[in-house]
């Protein structure tokens, strides 16, 4: 089982639709979370971090539920813009390093 | 542009020959990473610095490679004798590094991308 399990969709939905993915995380010393948006054959740029009490970005909103050890993403409002490929990234520190783990991604395609 | 930016952008090199690639990081981050990223798959995690210091090597990161950051600015990673599974996108991403608040919010340099034949 890999340590950071996405669902590789892909996640067909309309314009101005809400969509949410979840990223599941083994190891339970995670502590730093983050969500990354990547365009086809482009490098990945930052969307959030995620913090213990969730935060918002305009239409974005991420959670963290470490009981059940998985961070989520909803889009609110969709736009053609947000198609691309999500991925979530679970760091772990350890006592001489860190590690930090990308998920394979879920990829998006909003369609008009 | 004051982003993360690497050297070349594109690589075609033959099998057994050696490739080195460079990493500008953004000026004020302490941290370097290194990752290798093939179609379908998000990035793997290759090595790290912390200034100039190298902090971890993923068990992803063979004899063959090699990565500096000699003054704690830029970076190298070096492949030597090319194999057809090296071929991939080469990211380099910069992060501000401990004590600061957005300590691991990483940013990523466009790629470099190896295609060994």
């Known amino acids: 089982r890999k340590e950071v399990e996405q669902d590789p969709g892909p996640f067909n939905v309309p314009e101005g639709a809400t969509v949410a993915f979840n990223c599941t995380y083994s190891n339970s010393a995670s502590q730093s979370f983050f969500w990354y948006r990547q365009d086809c054959r482009k490098e990945p740029k930052l969307l959030m971090s995620?913090?213990?009490s969730g935060n918002e970005d305009g239409r974005f909103t991420a959670q963290l539920n470490r009981a059940s050890q998985y961070i989520s993403l909803l889009i609110r409002d969709s736009k053609l813009s947000d198609s691309a490929t999500y991925l979530c990234v679970v760091n772990r520190p350890g006592s001489s390093a860190s590690k930090i783990i990308f998920g394979s991604g879920t990829r998006l395609s909003i369609r008009p | 542009d004051t982003g993360v930016s690497q050297d070349p952008r594109h690589k075609i090199t033959k099998r057994g020959q050696n490739v080195t690639f460079r990493c500008d990081p953004i000026?004020?981050?302490?941290?370097l990473y290194w990752y290798r990223q093939t179609l379908g798959q998000g990035p793997e995690f290759l090595t790290y610095f912390q200034n100039e210091a190298q902090l971890e090597k993923s068990r992803l990161l063979s004899d063959r490679f090699s990565a500096e950051r000699p003054k704690g600015s830029f970076s190298t990673l070096e492949i030597q004798r090319t194999e057809q599974g090296d071929s991939a996108m080469y990211l380099c991403?910069?992060?501000?590094?401990?004590?600061?608040?957005?300590?691991?919010?990483?940013?990523f340099g466009p790629g470099t991308r190896l295609t060994v034949t």
């Open positions: 000026s004020e981050h302490n941290r």
């Open positions: 991403a910069s992060s501000p590094g401990e004590g600061y608040r957005d300590a691991y919010e990483q940013y």
């Open positions: 995620v913090y213990s």
